[in-house]
């Protein structure tokens, strides 16, 4: 059972292939152009998997961390792949209400864990957490 004091969990925003562009567009230098179109879908599919209509991410920080996974192991644009996944990532936490405190240098070091293959699903969320306060 949950404690009623705690605060609900914050309302995930609907994300689409447009809202990916929005930010690759935004926040990645150059405005890189698109060389895989299937990462960016499945992007938008893996956030939002369900099976028998239960959510597989249970969380926003789930979802974001799934996102910034696949993100960076399916590079989507011809450069700036791990910039563009923690800004996705970070974007999508903003969006849900939640208030974001990080620096460049835990953003840099999250990507290069997540790029080597040393950091789980469970690693990056638990590490999302802490940019949101609650780790």
């Known amino acids: 059972m949950s404690d009623p004091r705690s ?80 800004a996705v990532a970070y974007a999508y936490l903003v969006s849900s209400g939640l208030k974001i405190v990080t620096s460049p240098d835990q953003v840099r070091e999250l990507a290069r864990l997540v790029k080597g293959g040393g950091a789980s699903l469970q690693d990056i969320e638990k590490e999302l957490r802490k940019w949101a306060g609650e780790g």
């Open 7 to 86: 605060s609900p969990e914050p309302s995930p925003p609907g994300i689409d292939l447009a809202w990916l562009l929005m930010i690759a567009e935004q926040r990645t230098p150059g405005d890189p152009q698109v060389t895989d179109w299937g990462a960016l879908v499945a992007a938008v599919a893996r956030h939002d998997a369900r099976i028998f209509d239960v959510p597989v991410y249970d969380s926003v920080h789930a979802r974001a961390a799934s996102l910034l996974q696949l993100l960076i192991h399916v590079p989507a644009l011809e450069r700036s792949n791990a910039m563009f996944a923690s």
